[in-house]
């Protein structure tokens, strides 16, 4: 049998090199970023998930409070942007009997910061995503680079360069690499895809809250002139 398969067959029987193998194997520093990345893509798992839900509402709800600008249907008492509501309708008792273009505008201010406030809120959790995506990788590589070091001063100091005295170590190190990757890819395509969700919600409101200002203010002027008769 060659040489090098025999060493391999080996390396296989002596160590154990399934990922809890390689993490029970690892240095203490090592097991910490491994322990931290699994972490870190959990969180990731569950934060995207949870966001994905509470976004996709956003844009149903948005959908409900257009359709109630324009044709009345009232939105339910739960609606995500029923703060957009409440605004606009205290900005239009604030300027009865005033013009009818100074009351869309001063409805639709109040309206358009309601829904800047919302979006601000909903965005939390976002940024974490962010920094995983962008950290994860580098604290991989860290783990790596340790293990590494590791496994070279190991055997520096017993003197045997072999295939199996070098692999296993090293297979120990590249698992933090790629416990890194598996933490900020899904980190990075979850912050692009809820950032793109968030930005078509804010925008469905905002063009909801145009429409409500609009028939808001239309609805005060002919309160307005009817006082006025």
């Keep these: 049998m060659d040489s090098t398969v025999m060493e391999t067959a080996a390396m296989g029987a002596a160590h154990d090199l399934s990922p809890l193998g390689l993490f029970l194997a690892a240095d203490w520093v090592v097991r910490s970023v491994m322990v931290m990345l699994v972490a870190a893509s959990i969180w990731v798992w569950a934060l995207a998930l949870d966001r994905a839900l509470r976004f996709r509402r956003l844009t ?22 029923a703060e957009v509501l409440v605004a606009a309708e205290h900005a239009a008792r604030e300027v009865v009997g005033e013009p009818a273009a100074e009351r869309r505008h001063h409805i639709a201010s109040a309206a358009r910061l309601a829904v800047v406030e919302r979006t601000a809120r909903a965005r939390q959790g976002l ?5 995983i995506a962008s950290t994860a990788p580098f604290i991989g590589l860290f783990g790596t680079v340790w293990g590494i070091m590791n496994a070279f001063t190991a055997i520096a100091r017993s003197g045997n360069t072999s295939l199996s005295a070098v692999a296993p170590g090293i297979a120990e190190a590249l698992f933090a690499t790629a416990l890194g990757l598996v933490a900020a890819i899904p980190a990075a395509l979850a912050f692009n895809r809820l950032s793109a969700m968030l930005g078509e919600a804010r925008g469905a409101a905002s063009g909801a809250a145009e429409r409500l200002a609009r028939r808001l203010g239309l609805a005060g002027s002919t309160r307005a002139r009817m006082a006025a008769e």
Aim: proline share 11%; charged share 25%; no cysteine.
């Design 60 to 81: 149903r709800d948005a959908a409900a409070l257009r359709r109630f600008a324009e044709d009345g249907s009232p939105p339910a008492q739960d609606n995500a942007w």
């Design 127 to 131: 940024p974490v995503l962010a920094s």
